[in-house]
């Protein structure tokens, strides 16, 4: 006997509802494709991801394009970011007792 959503949501300890079925799960989902060029991947990979996105739109996912999942990330959090990065690597070699100067 499967269990009822009022027995899952509160497995879950949530309110929001839950999807059981795999259509159900389908409609809230959102994906996008890397693109690939053609000369990149063989044919068949382009081939398999044709299929696979078809059989996907078919299922009711909404498939996002590629250039409308890509932000623009201001310059000053560029800057930010990369001296996260530059200062976690040093963290890193203290950690280790090593230093590569």
Same mark, same amino acid.
């Given at each position: 006997m499967p269990l009822s959503q009022? $027995?899952?949501? @509160?497995?879950?300890?949530? =309110?929001?509802?839950?999807?059981?079925?795999?259509?159900?799960? $389908?409609?809230n989902l959102k994906i996008t494709f890397f693109p690939y060029g053609e000369k990149k991947v063989s044919k068949n990979v382009l081939s398999f991801n044709?299929?696979?996105?078809?059989?996907?739109?078919?299922l009711g996912v909404e498939v996002i394009p590629y250039e409308r999942t890509l932000i623009d990330i201001p310059f000053w959090q560029k800057i930010k970011? =990369? @001296?996260?990065?530059?200062?976690t690597k040093i963290e890193k070699y203290f950690k280790r007792g090593f230093w590569p100067i």
């Open positions: 009022e $027995a899952i949501q @509160t497995i879950l300890g949530i =309110k929001e509802r839950v999807d059981l079925l795999p259509e159900q799960m $389908a409609k044709k299929e696979l996105e078809n059989v996907l739109v078919d970011i =990369k @001296t996260f990065c530059f200062s």
